[in-house]
């Protein structure tokens, strides 16, 4: 599986960016896919994921703010984040699981600087 990351930018505070991810190979053996994030200094931490049945999860710091959502005629999953504050800035990585293996997309960089 193969995961082909997009999307990031600068934004202002308060703005608005979707990251996109397109996975290609072995798809049908991906349970889910989702998002994580890593700030300088900082570990890699879960942002959002979904289950290929459609049930997702959010960080505490994302929820009501970030919505993970899939175009599966797309094989691509897709992160709207929204009120986007300084501490959202890090780069984003697109993360797919298969029942014996983790797949990781390159990452994309967030910037949220006025």
């Known amino acids: 599986v193969q995961l082909q990351a997009s999307g990031g930018g600068l934004v202002q505070p308060g703005g608005s960016l979707r990251l996109s991810c397109a996975a290609s190979?072995?798809?049908?053996?991906?349970?889910?896919m989702g998002w994580y994030r890593q700030a300088p200094g900082s570990q890699r931490e879960l942002v959002a994921v979904i289950t290929r049945g459609g049930s997702t999860r959010y960080a505490d710091s994302v929820k009501g703010r970030f919505t993970i959502s899939t175009d599966d005629a797309r094989n691509t999953v897709y992160l709207q984040m929204n009120s986007l504050k300084p501490e959202d800035a890090a780069v984003y990585y697109c993360n797919a699981v298969a029942r014996s293996a983790t797949f990781w997309g390159q990452g994309t960089l967030v910037t949220v600087s006025s």
């Open positions: 190979g072995s798809i049908s053996r991906l349970n889910g």
